[in-house]
């Protein structure tokens, strides 16, 4: 029977609808980047029904990202935009739940952010501060009639401003006088200008930005911590000494009248505070922090204090990381987050992430005795969460090896977790993604290490792959169950990925973390490549097609590795560490206290050279790419990939390197769209060259005439 035109397309177009969706499904590409929408900063209204949070998103255009707030009812529904952007963050709810506060950036280049309000009944976010030097986000008073914030502004900005006139021009010349004066995504660093606490007024029926007050003064910064419960007194936290590089951690808590006036301190041990929370009856305090131990650790995990008269440890039997914390390369870019300590509200638990296992948790913890009871427990990331005021309900953003980050509502009663919001549904419901397959191996020495292989979508055990193996920074951080671009990307090109958490990584206990002190790089490679003969075990590897890449402590990983062994094609090594004497002399903070190194390098050069993978650069075989952007100042280019390239390129070895105008260390994380898409094209190019037998001349010396 011969089919009319019309009903042969009827037909066919019947038979595509009925393919199942996952044979529709594509490849995830590195330009799906382009698509991505990041869930940041949830915050949940006092009373648990709505959920207000920034949404950050692409915009291709201008080569950037653009923030917006957008509102959600806890109870379900479409989300509701609420700004236009391109440039709102830090939605702050007023205690009633009828307003929110929010910073909004100035549309002209280098116009400060101010904080703006925005009645839930309608109408246009109105400006609440005029600050010269800008607002930090909003933190309410119980009473709601005033906001506490932070600024740079000095008093004598307030008069010119008034008069108006301009800023006196200042020399470009900066006379410098500490050792940390540059910090990596800030550039250089302003002590003339601390942050200070102020307050401005709230009065809703007032369209004019209010009178900002200053509340603190003086030469150090301080970062607010909160309101007591009757709007009298401002609590903030603050380091107060000139150069901290020369002393142990240390932070404490103060107290400041509302109105202005002396400080005094609240909290003060011998070690950090980080996370305050005041408990409800106003005379006890939780936070995470530590006792500063006699010798300095690389890695020093944090315990959770109550304190009522003298600070109580109530987790010095958990052996795993207080908050959330598990590297990605999916963060949300400029959105912000909260992850902190909360008090339930009789004061008898806490409420507070955990890691373990490069997993991230919610838990209630009893604040008598510190047991804990799981709030979530899944296989996740926990990226920022908050609680409603009767602590009830939790709105929280979880990323999976396959969700990039979307809004939760946990039930804190039932544990029951709903998903609110779906906003890379559209684009992810297309794709044929990867789930890790977890492992846990062997190392030389028997310790057991935790990692991760992921294969590419449509994998066939009877085949051959090329590997590529990843390694985290840090050192002390963690790699988990986070989406992972990069990761989703290579496996979509054909390679099974492989990333592990060796000796050195957090989330496995103390010692685990701090065994590698003084012995960085060393055992640590070992467990790397320990994880490579158990993959090579499963018989799917192809041992001559496998290639290394990581960043940061990834990248000093990376460069030692191939100083160590020939059995990798390829390399890739990002915003790496090559020399440690000349790390030692520019990275943006100091190693001056003997946490890595025993000693200052002029003293004991050796211990440095020792631990340079420069100094082997002869025993180099395998081809190597750097990656670094122009302002690292975490690994500045100078003592990573400039030496090392100089000196394979002396002993005529094959090595190329790639630079990033404009971008610092967070290139991967926070960079410019573009720049993102195009370091995962050259890490990929590079490894389809040596891995796959791509043809390409894109790294090759241009042909002479």
């Given at each position: 029977m011969k089919l009319s035109k019309s009903l042969f397309f009827a037909v066919l177009a019947a038979l595509m609808l009925a393919i199942p969706a996952a044979a529709q499904k594509r490849l995830i590409t590195?330009?799906?980047?382009?698509?991505?929408?990041?869930?940041?900063?949830?915050?949940?209204?006092?009373?648990?029904?709505?959920?207000?949070?920034?949404?950050?998103e692409v915009n291709e255009k201008d080569d950037r990202y653009d923030t917006?707030?957008?509102l959600v009812d806890a109870a379900g529904g479409a989300p509701r935009r609420m700004t236009a952007g391109p440039r709102d963050g830090?939605?702050?709810?007023?205690?009633?739940?009828?307003?929110?506060?929010?910073?909004?950036?100035?549309?002209?280049?280098?116009?400060?952010?101010?904080?703006?309000?925005?009645?839930?009944?309608?109408?246009?976010?109105?400006?609440?501060?005029?600050?010269?030097?800008?607002?930090g986000a909003a933190v309410w008073s119980p009473d709601g009639k005033a906001i506490a914030l932070s600024s740079t502004t000095k008093p004598e900005d307030i008069e010119r401003k008034k008069k108006g006139e301009k800023e006196p021009k200042k020399s470009d010349v900066l006379v410098i006088n500490r050792a940390v004066y540059r910090f990596n995504n800030a550039g250089f660093l302003d002590a003339d200008r601390p942050s200070h606490i102020w307050t401005v007024p709230v009065d809703l029926a007032r369209m004019e930005p209010?009178?900002?007050?200053?509340?603190?003064?003086?030469k150090y910064s301080e970062g607010i911590v909160g309101w007591s419960r009757d709007s009298a007194t401002i609590f903030f936290s603050s380091n107060r000494v000139d150069e901290t590089y020369y002393e142990d951690p240390d932070s404490n808590v103060y107290a400041v009248p509302a109105a202005g006036g002396e400080s005094k301190v609240v909290l003060d041990i011998n070690g950090p505070i980080g996370s305050p929370a005041q408990a409800p009856d106003g005379r006890r305090w939780a936070f995470a922090g530590f006792i500063n131990p006699e010798y300095p650790k690389s890695s020093q995990q944090a315990d959770v204090f109550v304190v009522d008269g003298q600070p109580r440890n109530l987790t010095a039997d958990f052996d795993f990381d207080i908050g959330a914390g598990v590297i990605s390369d999916q963060a949300p870019p400029r959105g912000g987050g909260q992850d902190g300590i909360v008090w339930t509200t009789d004061g008898r638990a806490l409420l507070l992430a955990t890691t373990k296992h490069g997993a991230s948790n919610l838990v209630r913890m009893d604040a008598a005795s510190g047991r804990m009871e799981p709030l979530t427990d899944g296989k996740h990331d926990v990226l920022a969460w908050t609680a409603s005021a009767d602590r009830g309900m939790i709105a929280l953003s979880i990323s999976t090896p396959t969700l990039l980050g979307e809004m939760f509502l946990l039930d804190t009663a039932t544990k029951k977790?709903?998903?609110?919001?779906?906003?890379?549904?559209?684009?992810?419901?297309?794709?044929?993604?990867?789930?890790?397959?977890?492992?846990?191996?062997?190392?030389?020495?028997?310790?057991?290490?935790?990692?991760?292989?992921?294969?590419?979508?449509?994998?066939?055990?009877?085949?051959?792959?090329?590997?590529?193996?990843?390694?985290?920074?840090?050192?002390?951080?963690?790699?988990?169950?986070?989406?992972?671009?990069?990761?989703?990307?290579?496996?979509?090109?054909?390679?099974?990925?492989?990333?592990?958490?060796?000796?050195?990584?957090?989330?496995?206990?103390?010692?685990?973390?701090?065994?590698?002190?003084?012995?960085y790089p060393g055992d640590d490679y070992k467990d790397l490549m320990a994880g490579v003969d158990e993959l090579l075990k499963r018989g799917y590897v192809d041992?001559?097609?496998?290639?290394?890449?990581?960043?940061?402590?990834?990248?000093?990983?990376?460069?030692?590795?191939?100083?160590?062994?020939?059995?990798?094609?390829?390399?890739?090594?990002?915003?790496?560490?090559?020399?440690?004497?000349?790390?030692?002399y520019t990275a943006d903070f100091t190693l001056f206290r003997p946490t890595w190194f025993?000693?200052?390098?002029?003293?004991?050069?050796?211990?440095?050279?020792?631990?340079?993978?420069?100094?082997?650069?002869?025993?180099?075989?395998?081809?190597?790419?750097?990656?670094?952007?122009?302002?690292?100042?975490?690994t500045p280019p100078g003592q990573g990939a400039e030496p090392m390239f100089r000196a394979l390129k002396a002993l005529k070895k094959t090595t190329v390197m790639v630079r990033f105008p404009g971008e610092s260390h967070d290139l991967s994380r926070s960079g410019k769209p573009a720049h993102r898409v195009e370091r995962l094209q050259h890490i990929l190019n590079w490894?389809?060259?040596?891995?796959q037998g791509a043809k390409m001349d894109l790294y090759d010396l241009l042909p002479r005439d």
């Open positions: 590195e330009k799906d980047l382009l698509q991505f929408k990041w869930v940041a900063d949830p915050q949940i209204s006092p009373s648990g029904a709505r959920v207000a949070y920034v949404l950050v917006s707030i957008w830090a939605p702050r709810w007023s205690p009633d739940g009828r307003t929110l506060a929010f910073t909004r950036g100035g549309a002209a280049p280098g116009e400060a952010t101010q904080i703006y309000l925005l009645s839930l009944e309608g109408g246009e976010g109105r400006k609440l501060t005029d600050l010269p030097r800008g607002a209010a009178e900002a007050k200053q509340i603190t003064s003086g977790l709903t998903q609110l919001t779906r906003v890379n549904e559209a684009l992810f419901s297309q794709l044929k993604l990867s789930e890790p397959e977890e492992i846990w191996y062997a190392s030389f020495d028997g310790k057991k290490i935790h990692g991760w292989i992921l294969k590419p979508p449509d994998f066939d055990s009877s085949k051959k792959y090329p590997l590529i193996l990843e390694i985290h920074g840090g050192p002390h951080t963690e790699y988990g169950w986070a989406f992972f671009h990069e990761f989703q990307w290579m496996a979509a090109k054909g390679y099974v990925v492989f990333y592990t958490n060796p000796r050195g990584s957090t989330s496995y206990g103390q010692d685990f973390a701090n065994i590698i002190q003084h012995r041992e001559k097609r496998m290639g290394v890449t990581g960043g940061s402590g990834g990248g000093l990983l990376t460069n030692w590795t191939v100083t160590q062994t020939n059995r990798f094609a390829a390399a890739v090594s990002q915003r790496s560490v090559a020399d440690w004497l000349s790390f030692w025993r000693k200052y390098p002029f003293q004991d050069p050796e211990e440095y050279l020792n631990r340079s993978p420069v100094r082997f650069s002869e025993k180099v075989n395998t081809p190597l790419m750097f990656i670094h952007s122009e302002e690292d100042w975490r490894f389809d060259i040596y891995l």
